[in-house]
């Protein structure tokens, strides 16, 4: 006598294969599987259907300093917030903890973050050095290492240099370094967003867009931290929106510049409501449970992957109230 399934279980059968038929079982779309690869058209980051779209971004902190935190899990934390992006901070500086060894840390990152589904951003962190050009060899040598290796996929963006600052100028220093690192990037990928820093910490983008590269799918940086960075600067990022730049927010925090101090809701809100007016993109700094304000993860959280919101710092709860909006 042969077999039967009973009955039961066979309608389930076809119930299930109905609900996968209409897409019920699916799983939602992944942020590159949703938008493609990003360009640039105008002052806008457009995607691959030239449609504008809005980053939404957290940084880590120096990999050097808070290697643990560039994992899956910790990034799916994220995205599972409403995060699309994920900046690597590699600090340029010998004294900050930069090393060639941390290269497979930055390769390891954009790994986890494209099996997610997300657009990673290769960020050669200029800080203390101040001057691009003064390790201007060793991020030649970093980016065509990046670019042939991940320059064919679609979610990759380059941020060439953090935040020039000290005595460094737009036309002397930051542009003739642009130059020579988008040339070198673009021999191994032509299509990809490439981040230029702008002077003074990236605060002057109006200085930048008296004088753009001439170069396609290029952004300018502006950072803010809301309790420092007030009207002065918002006024600077509306005057090189009406000077056709286009800009992202790579870098920001609600506290003050130190990244530590005071929290600032209302100058935060000021800024929410233009980036959103511009549709301009945000990174936000920084996935780490150092104890300062503008780490995103509370001080006494242990862990280094799968955070809920419970997990956030003050910061990181204001801020994540903006990822799904």
Not at 24 to 32: G, W
Request: overall charge positive; glycine content about 8%; some cysteine.
């Amino acid at each position: 006598m042969k077999k039967r399934f009973p009955i039961l279980l066979v309608l389930l059968c076809f119930c299930l294969i109905g609900l996968a038929g209409r897409g019920t079982l699916s799983r939602a779309a992944t942020p590159v599987e949703k938008w493609g690869r990003l360009s640039v058209q105008g002052t806008n980051i457009v995607n691959a259907g030239g449609k504008k779209v809005q980053l939404k971004g957290v940084s880590t902190h120096g990999i050097a300093w808070y290697p643990q935190y560039v994992n899956s899990s910790c990034f799916k934390s994220f995205r599972n917030m409403g995060v699309n992006t994920i900046r690597l901070a590699l600090y340029s500086n010998p004294a900050d903890g930069f090393s060639t060894k941390l290269y497979g840390k930055v390769e390891e990152g954009v790994r986890a973050a494209t099996n997610l589904g997300m657009y990673v951003i290769i960020d050669w962190h200029i800080l203390n050095d101040g001057n691009p050009k003064q390790h201007q060899k060793q991020a030649l040598k970093f980016f065509t290492r990046m670019s042939k290796k991940f320059g064919k996929q679609k979610n990759i963006l380059y941020e060439i240099c953090n935040e020039p600052n000290g005595n460094v100028s737009w036309d002397k220093d930051i542009r003739p370094y642009a130059n020579k690192i988008i040339k070198r990037i673009r021999k191994y990928d032509k299509k990809n967003i490439i981040i230029v820093g702008t002077p003074t910490w990236s605060q002057d983008v109006d200085i930048a867009a008296g004088k753009p590269l001439k170069h396609k799918n290029i952004v300018y940086s502006l950072h803010f931290y809301a309790a420092t960075h007030k009207e002065f600067l918002r006024q600077k990022l509306k005057a090189a929106r009406k000077a056709g730049l286009p800009v992202l927010v790579s870098e920001f925090s609600i506290c003050d510049a130190s990244g530590n101090g005071a929290i600032s809701k209302s100058s935060g809100k000021k800024w929410m409501k233009l980036l959103k007016r511009y549709k301009i993109g945000y990174v936000a700094w920084n996935v780490s449970n150092k104890a300062e304000t503008s780490s995103l993860i509370k001080s006494s959280c242990q862990k280094t992957g799968n955070f809920k919101k419970g997990d956030l710092s003050k910061t990181g709860r204001w801020i994540a109230a903006y990822w799904k909006k």
